[in-house]
């Protein structure tokens, strides 16, 4: 009998959402319902310097006030501490992961970590991070395997592990990296897919050859364009994007705009409806190949809300 969808929205709580995360949740929620599936939120809070107080709890707002309702426990990485050492552990015993004591400032002249502690004969004394060896995907099928697949909106996708380097499992000040992390949460919580922005789409071939390592199931995965402002950056919170808005006028009319970058051509009088009843419109008409596989969707086709200082 085949698995039941299962999807989810995984924000990092470094500040509130914007109007291209909304894009992503909308997608993955409209995505799971459209299936008869169920959708999870996960809390991705493994990097505390990063994480103000209270982004998670106004992140949850936001989601509730734009009528995405979650399934299920809702899940916090900062509590999963022993699951990913465990992951961990498993890795380092079949030699696929290694510790690391360069500093980024030794290997800046490089695209990418060169993999000097791949053969060292005597593990670092002091503070080191672990790495994933990129080259153990020749034991699972081979790097073309692994780092090739087809996405459900992308299509055939094939990058290149050894471009890529060797990432980062856990850092030199203890804390987890969002590899190992999302990998091991994604199994435990059986999602079988992901639906995410396209800026993640070179982190896929890390997290396959994890999930190949640890015997882990390899989810479907979809990778959304990404909106952009007029300067063609995509939006996002290191670029000061602006929160969404809290009033319920502009809640119907951003949401319905969301539906509208997604491709799903709403009806024009449904921009002043709830947002329960629109995304109950979208549900059943939800189509993925509407969406399009642009990179980028620009900022100025859809509303951007207002901070609440009104800029």
């Known amino acids: 009998m085949p698995t039941a ?12 959402l914007h109007a291209g995360s909304l894009l992503a949740a909308v997608a993955s929620y409209l995505d799971a319902r459209h299936h008869g599936g169920e959708w999870l939120v996960r809390i991705e809070d493994i990097d505390p310097p990063r994480c103000p107080a209270g982004s998670a709890d106004t992140i949850l707002r936001q989601l509730d006030a734009f009528g995405l309702q979650r399934d299920g426990e809702l899940r916090y990485q900062s509590q999963r501490h022993a699951a990913y050492a465990e992951a961990l552990e498993q890795l380092k015993a079949s030699g696929i992961a290694y510790p690391c004591d360069c500093s980024r400032k ?10 000097w502690c791949r053969e060292r004969a005597e593990p670092p004394a002091g503070e080191h991070a672990w790495r994933l060896d990129v080259r153990a995907a020749e034991r699972f099928g081979g790097t073309r395997a692994i780092a090739g697949w087809r996405d459900r909106l992308q299509g055939a996708v094939q990058l290149d ?6 990432v980062v499992l856990k850092r030199r000040d203890g804390l987890w990296a969002y590899q190992l992390a999302v990998v ?3 199994a435990e919580q059986g999602i079988t897919d992901v639906v995410r922005g396209l800026d993640l789409l070179d982190n896929s071939p890390w997290q396959r050859l994890l999930q190949a390592a640890l015997d882990l199931p390899m989810p479907r995965l ?10 063609g950056q995509k939006l996002s919170k290191q670029n000061l ?16 705009h969301t539906l509208t970058l997604l491709g799903q051509a ?6 002043t409806a709830s947002p329960a009843e629109q995304l109950a419109h979208a549900t059943p008409c939800w189509s993925l190949a509407a969406v399009g596989t642009a990179p980028s969707l ?14």
């Not at 592990?161 to 060797?166: P, S, V, Y």
């Not at 709403?266 to 921009?271: G, N, S, T, Y």
């Open 5 to 16: 969808y299962r999807g989810r929205f995984a924000p990092t709580p470094s500040g509130p």
């Open 106 to 115: 030794q290997w800046r002249e490089h695209a990418i970590y060169p993999g």
């Open 161 to 166: 592990l050894a471009t890529l380097g060797d």
């Open 184 to 186: 091991v949460d994604d």
């Open 222 to 231: 979809t990778h959304l364009p990404l909106i952009t402002a007029a300067n």
């Open 241 to 256: 994007a602006p929160a969404l808005p809290e009033d319920a006028s502009a809640i119907r009319t951003l949401l319905h």
């Open 266 to 271: 709403p009806p024009p009088e449904l921009a």
């Open 298 to 311: 620009s900022a100025a086709t859809t509303p951007m809300p207002r901070t609440a200082e009104g800029s």
